[in-house]
């Protein structure tokens, strides 16, 4: 179905705010526009193509409860999520993010659109309840969804077919497929969650504290959070991560907390972020860093410092300029 076809910007600009959400357009140059904008399929999981024929800027606001995939058919896009530079073609943003956008003149982009309440409702499947938050995904869609994006175009290209019309079955099971795994297949906040194997034998009210406790990871939280979150009092809750982890509530919360510190860590390593060990450690809630240190060594086999350092490429200078 096209939803827009032609040079108005006025209207283009109105039919994909109502699609997506309210956003800022500017058309680079003042050149005409040669838009185009089609819906294949509307769902749970539904399908864009957007083309503007010139080259544009969009800057939408903070996005609503909904979750786009992008990515580009042709020409290409250059994307920043919470002023961060996404650095791959494919992007995953969702709400509450911020989202910054220029398209080339060529470009044409597919575009997956989910809807809050299709994650939402497959992490209850599998976790025992509904996060409390929106889940935040990685923006830059990494090599473990490469086979994900195959099943995206595949998707695309069966609800241009039809065939999703002539049989909403197909579509509900192919829009599940896809929920599950981009859930399996890209990093969020609720992917440790989702990996641990003897999760599923957990009780409920021990993967809700859990799940709490991975989602709320940057905050405050008190075993009192925890159990309220879970459903029990503090007594039960301790009670439950002892007997079925060998833990404490705390324990288990300052893992979380260290697992987080040593992604950040790496994406710091690896050139996909900027920062210091004592702005990650703080970022976490370890305000002191010696303990940190060691409670990190005592975990990776190392110092902080050094995983920050393993994979930094290293800089040298060519007619005044850094390159690697």
């Known amino acids: 179905m096209i939803l827009f076809e032609g040079r108005d910007v006025d209207e283009v600009h109105e039919v994909v705010s109502t699609h997506f959400a309210p956003h800022r357009l500017r058309v680079v140059d003042n050149l005409p526009l040669a838009g185009r904008f089609v819906a294949a399929h509307v769902g749970a999981v539904s399908v864009f193509e957007l083309g503007y024929g010139a080259e544009v800027e969009v800057r939408p606001g903070e996005l609503p409860d909904i979750y786009n ?84 175009r595949a998707f695309a290209e069966q609800a241009g077919s039809g065939l999703f019309a002539r049989s909403p079955l197909a579509a509900a099971h192919f829009e599940q497929m896809l929920v599950h795994g981009l859930l399996d297949s890209q990093p969020h906040t609720l992917a440790e969650a989702l990996s641990e194997p003897e999760r599923p034998e957990l009780p409920q009210v021990l993967r809700r504290a859990m799940a709490y406790c991975e989602e709320h990871a940057a905050e405050p939280v008190t075993p009192a959070d925890m159990a309220l979150a879970a459903r029990v009092g503090v007594r039960s809750l301790q009670r439950a991560f002892r007997t079925h982890l060998d833990t404490t509530p705390l324990a288990y919360l300052y893992r979380v907390r260290l697992d987080r510190a040593h992604r950040d860590l790496l994406a710091i390593a690896e050139g996909r972020a900027s920062g210091s060990v004592t702005d990650v450690a703080l970022r976490w809630g370890f305000t002191h860093l010696g303990r940190f240190a060691a409670q990190y060594r005592q975990a990776y086999g190392q110092p902080p410092v050094h995983t920050l350092r393993q994979d930094r490429p290293r800089l040298r200078l060519v007619g005044g300029s850094a390159v690697s």
């Open 69 to 152: 995939v992008h990515l580009p058919l042709t020409g290409h896009g250059d994307l920043r999520v919470d002023q961060h530079q996404v650095g791959t073609d494919s992007s995953v943003v969702g709400p509450g993010q911020r989202l910054r956008m220029r398209w080339s003149g060529d470009s044409n982009t597919l575009i997956l659109r989910f809807t809050r309440a299709a994650i939402d409702e497959a992490l209850a499947l599998r976790l025992g309840d509904s996060p409390a938050a929106p889940t935040r995904f990685e923006p830059e869609v990494g090599p473990a969804a490469r086979s994900w994006l195959l099943a995206m």
